[in-house]
């Protein structure tokens, strides 16, 4: 598993991930963390109906997602 966030403000999705680590590897989940996707002022980021508009944002969720996919091949 990974974890990803956004959040309307500037760190709240960062604090979120950081509360969940303890929980998940006390529940013993097999956590990737070969990356970190936390997306600040997702407002900006994404359109009305979800749609993500922000291409940076794009690019980084694609890097995170290959990341991810080969973690997850491995085991």
Sequence with gaps: ?????????????????AAWLPVLRHL?????????LAVSKAGDSFEADGTLKDEKIREQLKGFMEGFVAFAAKK
């Design 1 to 17: 598993m990974a974890l990803i966030g956004a959040t309307p403000g500037g760190w709240g999705t960062l604090h979120a991930q």
């Design 28 to 36: 013993g989940c097999l956590f990737w963390s070969g990356g970190r």
